[in-house]
Every structure is written in C-alpha cells, then in structure tokens.
C-alpha cells in the first residue's frame, strides 16, 4: 500500500456519535453537563491519542516523549483540543484501519507564535498480510514569525522496516534569504545528526516518489529508510532507541529554542506572503494528498467527516 508522506495527518474512529448530533441545550443545568462530557470526550480523545498502541515501546516512548514536551514548553500558548471525539479516534467499517488526531491551535491572545500542532497514528491491516503504522507530530508556526516549522514521521510497513521523516521545513526561499539558512541550518549544525545515522549499517537514504515533497523539506531532512534482516529480531527498536530517541529530542529541542521560542522580525509585508505560503501547503494537504488517501482508507463518510475537521484546524 502507498501511503503519500506529507504532514501526520492520515487518521481515527468513532465511539461516539457525531458531535452535530448532540442537542445544545440552554439552561444551566444542561450546560454545565454538556461541558462536562465535553471534558471527558477530550480527556478520552487526548488518551486515545497518547496509547501509540500498535507500535514498539521505544517507538511509542518517542513519539510519547516528544508530544509532552511540546505541550509542557508551550504551556499556555496552546488552546484544549476542541476536536469532536469522533475525529480523535475513529476506524474504517471493516475494523482494519484504525487512527487518532490530536490537535492543538496556538493562543492567539498571548501573541503565540503557534499556529497549531498536529499529532496522529494510524493502523491499517494490509491485504498481503502484516499492517502499516505511521505515527506523527508536526508544528506550524504562524506569520508572527517566518521560522521554520517541525515535522517528525514514522511509517513501519513490517518489522524489519521502517521510514523516517525528522526536519525543520522552511518557510522562506533559502536561495534568496542565505542569513535564514545559516540561522536554522548552519548554526543549529543540523547536518551532523543526518550524517550521525546515515553511518549506521543498516540505515539507508529514503527518496519520496513525490516532488512536491521533496520542494518542501530543508537540505538537512533526514530522510532514511532502516532496514534489518529477519534474522535480528528487535533491531529496528534498538536503532530507534538509542539513535533515532536522541535525535528526534535533539532536533525538536533546537526548534523549541530556535523556532517556537525565538522572536523574529516580520514586517507586514511579508508576514502576507508568509500566510499566503502557508495556506497553499495547507490546501495542498487537504485537497491533494488527504483528499486522496482518506476514502481508500476510511471510506467516504468518515473521510468527509475527518477532512471536514481538518480544513477547520487548517482554517482552509
């Protein structure tokens, strides 16, 4: 099965009915239940998400690790996840894809630099036997800034294979703004944790058939493919663990500082160009390569209801 590899956006079930399906009632009583079960729908949304359950536990301690770092640095520039708990988690018909979405807008009132963050699982059972699981977690930055976003993804296909997508995709032209690709790329030394992997023996360059992709991510993505033999069973959890664990810590921690947490100049001018940018790449992911992956998947009504859910994070 190809899955096209963009954002960690391919994902989840419902447990619950439709949210606009529920009744809004306006006496007190009523409203202080309906904010209460909206309280447990989130907390079981936000847990559901947290499980990471059809992966190894060094994969799930990573993604795990990463996503709580993220909301504890950014604290109070998040807002709650209003997502409605049929597109936190939710499944195909036939019960042979299951995901999770986890979303999170930035605070505009405390002049947060975040856009939102966008963390998803998805499990799907293959026809030739075996299941493909993609775990992810992306950051956009909104034009306050013009830093470069993070975007972390892991896509497993069997136990001796996994693919990983760890970068800092810009968000400026690096041909006409060099003093950008030395601020992010050069001075951040980047590059080193890409040729740190690519030294181990059984990590591999992994090339996306797409073009469009490959335009999106910085000259320092690490893109690599690990590939073991059958006979060293649990030798892609070590490589995750003790290479892949520190880097993808080592990478997120540099954008937190560098990114989320530095203060950039951005004249108005350009802050236009940089929502116009951004709002393409979020079309882009809609129409074209969510458009496309979630109806094979999930099947037309809970696609519609899941891309529905994301053009309102993505405000497309």
């Known amino acids: 099965m190809a899955v096209r590899l963009t954002l960690p956006v391919i994902f989840f079930s419902s447990h619950f009915p439709p949210s606009s399906s529920r009744s809004r009632s306006k006496t007190c009583c009523s409203s202080s239940a309906s904010s209460s079960q909206m309280e ?32 504890n640095r950014l604290g109070s520039q998040l807002l709650p996840c209003s997502l409605p708990p049929d597109v936190q988690y939710y499944q195909n018909q036939t019960g042979s894809a299951h995901a999770s979405l986890h979303t999170r807008s930035g605070n505009k009132p405390s002049h947060s630099q975040i856009d939102f963050i966008l963390g998803s699982w998805i499990h799907c059972e293959l026809p030739t036997g075996g299941a493909l699981n993609i775990t992810s977690l992306s950051a956009f930055l909104n034009p306050l800034t013009d830093a470069p976003n993070f975007l972390i993804e892991l896509i497993q296909s069997s136990p001796t294979s996994l693919i990983l997508i760890l970068d800092l995709p810009p968000r400026k032209d690096l041909v006409l703004c060099p003093d950008y690709l030395h601020t992010f790329y050069e001075e951040t030394q980047l590059d080193t944790r890409k040729q740190i992997l690519e030294k181990i023996p059984e990590v591999k360059p992994y090339i996306s058939s797409s073009l469009y992709i490959r335009s999106l991510v910085s000259p320092t993505a690490i893109m690599v ?76 009504e809970v696609a519609d209801r899941i891309l529905g859910a994301m053009r309102d994070v993505f405000t497309v």
């Open 40 to 71: 447990l729908n989130n907390e079981f949304g936000v847990t559901k998400f947290k499980e990471f359950p059809y992966v190894s536990a060094p994969h799930r301690n990573l993604m795990v690790d990463l996503v709580s770092t993220v909301e």
């Open 225 to 300: 493919r690990i590939e073991t033999e059958a006979s060293q069973p649990g030798r892609v959890e070590e490589v995750i663990k003790d290479h892949v664990d520190p880097i993808a810590k080592e990478v997120l921690g540099i954008w937190l500082d560098q990114c989320a947490c530095g203060k950039r100049e951005v004249g108005e001018a350009e802050r236009a160009i940089l929502e116009k940018r951004d709002g393409l790449i979020k079309i882009k992911t809609i129409e074209v390569d969510l458009g496309s992956n979630f109806p094979r998947l999930f099947g037309p």
